[in-house]
């Protein structure tokens, strides 16, 4: 099965404005996103897909491909299908989504995900990391829970599975997974999440992936036990990658 990998990015972020454009170790943020995924021999190509020109000249001029999408995109799973929907890629049987802020993702994580699909256990695979019970009073935290196959059964920001007794903690503990965002979709996956309307669900915890489990499109999720860098959301994150980042590519 080939796969196609979209960095979907656009200029829109208030935290860490003209984010795509901020320069890491020299190079703009969404460029080294493209170097590290490419570099990787999970997928078979990897595009930038953006609504600004800015975005695309600077990435083009760094050799990355770039596809120009629509503006009217309101999330990146959007801005992806838009791609996957192109005839230039409709030879493509597996969507990879990797986020433009994400320059330490690792090929584990996103094999992890590919493989979910590529073996046909699942139509939309994800990835998770063992954590421990401090993330489950942290909103900012993608939580997740899956049965015992790995299918998702819900994602949350609040704390799940939530312990009532504390007796069980150590009952608890092997089943607080963090979600790292990550997705691979088949194609007809990848287009019947897209052209479904907003869940209840998805607006109350503000998380877009409860739309297709809330439809009845199941998720499956890999568990990833590797430690996983966050993503750059702030100028402090920025500050840090640029430290860090020397010591990770040459690690």
């Not at 078979?44 to 695309?56: F, G, N, P, Q």
């Amino acid at each position: 099965m080939r796969a196609l990998a979209v960095i979907p990015a656009r200029l829109g972020a208030t935290r860490l404005p003209r984010k795509p454009l901020r320069l890491l170790a020299g190079l703009p943020l969404v460029v080294r996103v493209w170097q590290r995924v490419a570099e990787m021999t999970v997928v078979d190509r990897v595009v930038i897909a953006t609504d600004s020109h800015e975005v695309a000249d600077a990435a083009a001029n760094c050799g990355a491909e770039v596809v120009m999408t629509r503006a009217s995109h309101t999330s990146g799973t959007e801005r992806v299908a838009e791609v996957a929907a192109m005839i230039e890629f409709t030879g493509f049987d597996v969507i990879v989504n990797v986020q433009g802020d994400e320059p330490f993702v690792s090929t584990r994580a996103v094999a992890a995900a590919a493989s979910m699909v590529t073996d046909g256990r699942y139509p939309v695979g994800t990835v998770a990391i063992p954590a421990t019970p401090a993330i489950l009073t942290d909103p900012n935290v993608v939580k997740v829970v899956a049965a015992q196959d790995g299918r998702a059964m819900y994602f949350s920001r609040g704390p799940i599975p939530f312990l009532r007794d504390r007796e069980d903690a150590e009952l608890q503990r092997p089943f607080v997974w963090q979600h790292v965002g990550v997705y691979a979709y088949e194609r007809t996956a990848l287009m019947r999440w897209v052209d479904l309307p907003e869940a209840p669900l998805e607006r109350i915890e503000r998380l877009e992936q409860l739309r297709p489990l809330a439809a009845g499109i199941p998720i499956g999720v890999s568990l990833v036990d590797e430690p996983v860098r966050p993503g750059i959301d702030t100028e402090q994150d920025l500050e840090r990658a640029n430290r860090e980042w020397t010591a990770y590519t040459t690690g």
